[in-house]
């Protein structure tokens, strides 16, 4: 979007979401995390299993704005080129990071965070070039139907009953036997960011262009208001009904899972829009928007510094091999604290603030980088 015609809601929201994945993302001790901070195990959602689908969420709504804008000037050849030189590029980013800094071929996981966002950008601003937003709609409605029939419906060839579980779902299955060798390190099995999965999370796309398309009627402020807000509702209640047959799960971007974090994430936009767009109550929103304004290039700076802090390592007096992440952790932060959750959540504390810092100085400098 032109830097002249930003929503800034959207950017407040873009950036409370980057600061919560890189505080998720980052503590002190994976052993030592508030509830809140982890994922659900599998059904089931925490606050931490909202942050990727907001991100998503935004990407759609930012569609609806910077794709609107040049897809009512015409020219469809010029923006599709744009688009897949985007979508590649955001892709390419996520294998870098993913291989960084070993870069061993014979492993490197293919699917990733940048991974999901480049192939959901490149299909929802494909469907919304070519498509009027009822159309658009319907078929965000069958992404999510569509993936609840797969899942439920179809058997798992070498297992035989459709199932939910992490490794013998129909997803996992599609991820081995085209993937094998290049999914999760933690799984290997399968993969939260698989491939099957990555069409309700079109679906995740599509309700974030909706709700730009919605933002940008010539209507009144209010109205756009209470419209997110009240879709939020609707969309929250029938997460909670689908969640009865088909539960929430972030680990496989479940339908519910979708309507689940896509109400929220308009209950989200439709409260900052009030109070920052309509109301203007801004003096707290300066740290936020600079973190919206950078927010692929916090992302992908945060990763290359957590992966090198567990890269750089020396061996210490006892002849033990011991990383910068380590050091830190157990000279710095766990000795300060009395609580050593509450060290650990310092530690990703610690990295907020310094990627808002980094970011701070790129804002003042008004140097905006993306891809």
Not at 32 to 38: D, F, R, S
Not at 96 to 102: K, W
Not at 153 to 180: F, H, K, Q, Y
Not at 336 to 357: E, I
Request: proline share 5%.
């Amino acid at each position: 979007m032109d830097q002249q015609q930003r929503l800034l809601s959207l950017d407040i929201f873009r950036g409370i979401t980057i600061a919560g994945m890189i505080l998720v993302n980052n503590p002190g001790s994976w052993e030592e995390v508030y509830a809140p901070l982890l994922h659900a195990d599998w059904h089931g959602v925490t606050p931490t299993d909202w942050i990727f689908p907001f991100f998503i969420f935004i990407v759609g709504v930012a569609i609806a704005y910077a794709v609107g804008k040049r897809k009512e000037q015409g020219d469809h050849k010029t923006l599709v080129r744009k688009i897949i030189k985007r979508t590649l590029i955001i892709f390419g980013i996520g294998l870098f990071l993913n291989g960084f800094p070993y870069f061993n071929l014979g492993t490197i996981r293919i699917p990733g965070v940048l991974q999901r966002i480049a192939l959901v950008y490149g299909a929802t601003s494909m469907l919304f070039l070519y498509l009027d937003p009822r159309q658009l709609f319907w078929v965000g409605v069958g992404c999510l139907l569509g993936y609840w029939a797969l899942m439920t419906l179809v058997p798992v060839p070498g297992v035989g009953t459709p199932n939910l579980e992490p490794s013998t779902n129909l997803g996992a299955w599609l991820d081995r036997t085209i993937m094998n060798g290049h999914l999760w390190s933690q799984s290997k099995t399968w993969d939260p960011e698989g491939l099957l999965s990555t069409l309700p999370a079109i679906g995740t796309g599509i309700s974030g262009v909706l709700a730009g398309l919605w933002l940008r009627k010539p209507s009144d402020g209010y109205e756009k208001a209470a419209g997110l807000l009240a879709v939020g509702v609707i969309l929250l209640s029938l997460a909670c009904v689908w969640d009865l047959v088909f539960p929430i799960n972030k680990k496989i971007w479940t339908s519910s899972y979708v309507l689940y974090t896509s109400g929220a994430a308009l209950l989200f936009l439709g409260a900052v829009y009030w109070l920052v767009d309509l109301k203007g109550y801004k003096g707290w929103t300066k740290p936020f928007v600079v973190y919206g304004t950078n927010a692929l290039f916090v992302f992908v700076m945060s990763g290359i510094v957590a992966k090198l802090l567990y890269t750089i390592k020396w061996t210490n007096a006892a002849g033990e091999t011991i990383t910068a992440k380590t050091w830190l952790w157990e000279s710095v932060y766990e000795p300060a604290f009395a609580s050593v959750k509450f060290a650990s959540f310092a530690f990703a504390m610690t990295n907020v603030l310094f990627f808002l810092a980094l970011s701070w100085v790129l804002y003042a400098k008004k140097i905006f980088i993306k891809v």
